[in-house]
């Protein structure tokens, strides 16, 4: 699985630099293939992505190129990417995912209802197509899977969004300056961010609404993403399919369960652009 993050400043105060990588190093242990960041500008939204592990994208340097965005940024996504579908080779299946409407970053492995032409092959892609086309609550609706994720209007440059169903992971606490931080994990929030936190807790299958200017959170709708579990565990759904090397291409299905002995490692899945030309599936 991969891991996410995100953050929302208080006016002034904001997360420094070098706790911004710290969290980004902290997430590295769920995601090892891609490293993605958004940054939520009063009237723009800037990204970064890259393929490789949080501690290869991030250089020397890093702390001093980040500072400037870093302090116009009102919210920031972030995202380590354990890679199910599409290669990490092409940018396209790396998040933050860019979309018409949102950008988002999501943790899990989901389905929807139907397929949508997108840029890349990532099932992350598929749902923000379905939110953008239905609807938040609609489009959400209309997905089976895992889900965690954390998405941003890019017309508005306003609204931040967080959602997960029982399936997914998400935290989120306040610290002591007044800065929310969400992650996959209450860990990775305390070992990058040393001030005092304080903990709140997150209804499953509710949409929360943050909105930036008025520092006011909602809830406009509460979807629920469906369960995948009495299909993914099914002998009938794994019919056929592989895990092996030369079958990389899952039909949005990765064992949640830790590799097992003579299991490839991740890395070996991918066919990238060789002679092959294999597409492979997150």
């Known amino acids: 699985m991969c891991r996410i993050a995100g953050i929302i400043q208080n006016g002034d105060a904001k997360v420094t630099p070098t706790e911004l990588k710290d969290l980004l190093l902290a997430m590295e242990y769920g995601g090892r293939d891609a490293t993605g960041m958004a940054f939520i500008l009063d009237n723009e939204i800037v990204y970064s992505k890259a393929k490789g592990k949080a501690s290869q994208v991030i250089k020397e340097d890093f702390c001093d190129k980040i500072a400037p965005v870093l302090n116009k940024a009102k919210a920031v996504l972030l995202h380590t990417r354990s890679a199910t579908h599409g290669s990490p080779k092409d940018n396209r299946n790396n998040h933050p995912i860019i979309g018409r409407k949102f950008v988002m970053v999501h943790n899990g492995i989901v389905e929807t209802d139907q397929k949508y032409k997108a840029n890349g092959l990532t099932d992350t892609e598929q749902m923000l197509m379905s939110i953008e086309t239905h609807g938040i609550e609609k489009g959400l609706n209309k997905t089976t899977?895992?889900?965690a994720t954390l998405f941003a209007d890019m017309d508005s440059c306003d609204?931040?969004?967080?959602?997960?169903?029982?399936?997914g992971s998400l935290d989120i606490m306040q610290d002591e300056r007044g800065i929310w931080i969400l992650a996959s994990t209450e860990a990775i929030i305390s070992q990058a961010i040393k001030t005092k936190l304080e903990e709140y807790k997150i209804e499953d299958n509710t949409v929360y609404e943050y909105c930036l200017s008025k520092r006011q959170v909602k809830i406009p709708c509460r979807p629920h993403v469906k369960?995948?579990?009495?299909?993914?565990?099914s002998m009938e759904y794994w019919k056929g399919k592989s895990y092996g090397k030369g079958n990389r291409y899952l039909d949005c299905a990765y064992a949640s369960s830790p590799i097992g002995a003579g299991t490839p490692e991740p890395a070996e899945w991918y066919y990238g652009d060789d002679e092959k030309g294999a597409k492979g599936g997150k």
């Open 227 to 233: 369960s995948a579990y009495a299909k993914w565990y």
């Open 145 to 147: 899977g895992w889900v």
């Open 159 to 167: 609204k931040v969004y967080w959602y997960t169903n029982p399936s």
